[in-house]
């Protein structure tokens, strides 16, 4: 047996909004659409991983989605100049990483992440 996909569901009485933050801003496709539900993705190979936590580090709480970019401060320019409420960072975590949370249209906390070189 092989795990060929997992996905990340959240809950939206409205998935409109969703569509601005996930791909005008971080770029992933619309790889399904049937209204009631839209999946974002990307056509190019991603790399896939659930992790289970306790806390989120440096005393900040568990994040609900993590998303790993390739350029963190255009990224969190564009979250801030689209009003989205940055709740951590920039932080440059002692693990590696330079991060920042902010709150999805949905609700929901996300880590924006890229590793240190």
């Given at each position: 047996m092989t795990v060929l996909r997992i996905v990340a569901n959240i809950q939206a009485p409205d998935?409109?909004?969703?569509?601005?933050?996930?791909?005008?801003?971080?770029g992933l496709d619309?790889?399904?659409?049937h209204?009631?539900?839209?999946?974002?993705?990307?056509?190019?190979?991603?790399?896939?991983q659930l992790s289970i936590a306790s806390e989120g580090g440096s005393?900040?709480?568990v994040p609900d989605l993590s998303i790993e970019v390739d350029n963190l401060d255009a990224v969190f320019e564009a979250m801030s100049a689209a009003g989205f409420a940055i709740e951590y960072?920039?932080?440059?975590?002692?693990w590696g990483v330079r991060r920042f949370y902010v709150r999805d249209p949905?609700?929901?906390?996300?880590?924006?992440l890229v590793h240190k070189n």
């Open positions: 998935i409109t909004p969703a569509r601005r933050f996930y791909q005008d801003i971080l619309v790889v399904m659409d209204g009631w539900i839209t999946t974002f993705g990307a056509t190019r190979p991603m790399n896939v005393g900040t709480p960072g920039p932080a440059d975590e002692p949905l609700g929901k906390l996300v880590n924006i």
